[in-house]
Nanobody, 115 residues
């Protein structure tokens, strides 16, 4: 059973940065394409960044140029570096397999960006 634990969220002012971390157990990240997803209040959960098994990355237009996804396969962890944060980035952020998530989601980490 895969367990995903997200951390690193917080309350920041617009323009600042945060780095999120995803720790996985029960699975090896290098064998799966992974993604960072986010869900704002009243909205659906959407992927914002993904990384393939080859290391190729893709980003939603809304975060392109500001967010960077990466992973450390030796430690089985994944990161999302978020720069130039905007109030519209406020959401709960989750990590999971992409494009087909594992059945279980972690608790997510709250990111709140004040204007």
């Amino acid at each position: 059973q895969v367990q995903l634990v997200e951390s690193g969220g917080g309350l920041v002012q617009a323009g600042k940065s945060l780095r999120l971390t995803c720790a996985a157990s029960g699975s090896t990240l290098r064998f799966d394409s992974m993604g960072w997803y986010r869900q704002a209040p009243g909205k659906r959960r959407d992927v914002v960044a993904s990384i393939g098994t080859s290391g190729s990355t893709h980003y939603a237009d809304s975060v392109k140029g500001r967010f960077t996804i990466s992973r450390d396969t030796a430690k089985n962890i994944m990161f999302l570096q978020m720069n130039s944060l905007k109030p519209e980035d406020t959401a709960v952020y989750y990590c999971n397999r992409f494009p087909v998530p594992y059945g279980d989601w972690g608790q997510g980490t709250q990111v709140t960006v004040s204007s």
